[in-house]
């Protein structure tokens, strides 16, 4: 949820404050380009840069309510998405067909703890909601599995709702007699989020979640596998402009990131070894 944290005061009024002075530098110059420098081109250039913000307040008010309704959708997909993965199979399959059935012509026929059967137009399909988390990722295994299902309950083909990643053996087991289509947690979370946009007191109980984690939860995010190329390229680059400059500002950082590496090697390392 770090992408949803608004930046700071003073970051967004700075980014303000740059746009209407580059704004006005830009209604300046046409003008005294036209006309030169002279009292009807600045007078002119401050009364269409005026206009544009006059303008620009207008729409403000169209443009904050979408950013709220998309933001709303999202939050209120993830949530839907991880609150799928806690409860029971059969659960999951039901609630995951009815979401699409309010998008695509499904029509829900059977619930089953390996999906649900669904007609879709002339033909029917098995769709079925995979509980495995972001990190996981589906296997040919798993798309073989739902294609035996399917096709013990007379299914044509199968529908795959993976809020996790797809291996290339699952994408190429998906392509047998009966064909499985995918949907990414990108597309779940866009069809979940329309039907469960997230409330206000939702957002107040998130944050109450988000505040209430202890320091000794933030390590595993700080020392992600993921992170250990990031750490090590911006290390690198300070210690570059450290050697460049010479100055100390670049070494501190620099060696801080290097360490946040290093530490990130050490837990990848101890997990390979459990």
Known sequence: MQEYLQESRFREVMDGLGVRFGVLALCLGWF???WGVTAPSLFSGIALWLLIFLLRRKSRDGRLKRREEKLRRRIGGEMAIERLLLTPPRRAHFETAMVLSQRYPLTLLRAGDKGVLCQLREEKAL???CQLPTCATVSAGDVLSLQREARELGAARAILCAPCGISAQAQTQSGGEIPVAFLSRDALISLFGRANPVT??????LGKRRRQQRPSQWLPVILNEQRMGRYAFYGALLLIMHLLTGLIYYAVPGILCLCLAAGCR?????EAVL
């Not at 050490?266 to 101890?270: G, H, R």
């Open 32 to 34: 005294m380009l036209l």
């Open 127 to 129: 769709v079925s909601f």
């Open 200 to 205: 206000d007191a939702q957002l107040v109980a």
């Open 266 to 270: 050490c837990v990848k390392q101890k």
